[in-house]
């Protein structure tokens, strides 16, 4: 592989399910982040992490957790979906958390809560 | 905080007309300015990026914009558009807050007519 790979690609979940979105990247890169992507908002930060082991909140991290075991995986857990979760979500990564670093996105996931 | 706005969600022009997509960004610190470009069912990519030197900045497929600090704009500029370039195209600015951060836009859809 190359790059960042998410899945699933899709999913439709019933409310109160616990769900993981699963992120891998082998860029080697420290920083990784999770977004989601809604209508008219943009893309807003979930949670982030900047090296293995460290991981913070972002904008809009309520309903959300991550785990960062190693510097490659990411993944992105609801412990109870919401209808409300219902979204695209973007992992993205980047060498480091420098301000000038560019951030490469995978291809998203999308995921419908009903 | 830094905060971003895009003007129109929407911009449509005909294929070989100037696009023109607008950025003004606040930032308490000089900042670090992006555009991403998502095509349909994608991951967002980078176009450019403006850091420190030369404020016009040239990007990929013919793209640049100019971080104009008086106006605390940095607007995405193309001389000719191509049915190709159709796509929603976001900026973002650095949050300068400990671990650097992006901060989206709520991004502009570019609809190219033949």
């Known amino acids: 592989i190359a790059g960042i790979t998410q899945a699933p690609t899709s999913q439709i979940l019933a409310a109160g399910r616990r769900m993981t979105l699963r992120c891998t990247q082998d860029?080697?890169?420290?920083?990784m982040y999770w977004y989601r992507q809604d209508l008219g908002l943009g893309l807003r930060l979930i949670h982030y992490?900047?090296?293995?082991?460290?991981?913070g909140k972002g904008e809009v991290p309520d309903g959300y957790s991550v785990s960062r075991a190693n510097t490659d995986d990411f993944p992105l857990t609801l412990a109870s979906a919401v209808p409300s979760q219902t979204s695209v979500y973007f992992c993205?990564?980047?060498?480091?958390?420098?301000?000038?670093?560019?951030?490469?996105f995978g291809p998203g996931t999308r995921l419908t809560v009903l | 905080a830094q905060s971003v706005t895009q003007l129109g969600s929407h911009v449509s022009v005909s294929e070989g007309a100037l696009v023109l997509l607008r950025c003004n960004y606040s930032?308490?610190?000089?900042?670090?300015l992006f555009w991403y470009v998502q095509y349909p069912n994608q991951g967002l990519q980078l176009l450019l990026k403006?850091?420190?030197?030369?404020?016009l900045v040239k990007g990929i497929n013919g793209f640049e914009a100019e971080f104009k600090k008086s106006e605390t704009s940095f607007h995405l500029t193309k001389p000719s558009a191509h049915m190709s370039d159709a796509a929603e195209y976001f900026c973002?600015?650095?949050?300068?807050?400990?671990?650097?951060?992006?901060?989206f836009g709520t991004g502009t859809r570019l609809l190219v007519s033949p």
């Open positions: 403006y850091t420190t030197g030369a404020t």
């Open positions: 993205a990564s980047s060498v480091e958390g420098a301000r000038y670093n560019e951030q490469f």
């Open positions: 860029m080697r890169h420290n920083a």
């Open positions: 973002a600015v650095t949050e300068n807050t400990g671990f650097q951060k992006l901060v």
């Open positions: 992490s900047n090296t293995a082991g460290t991981t």
């Open positions: 930032s308490s610190v000089p900042p670090y």
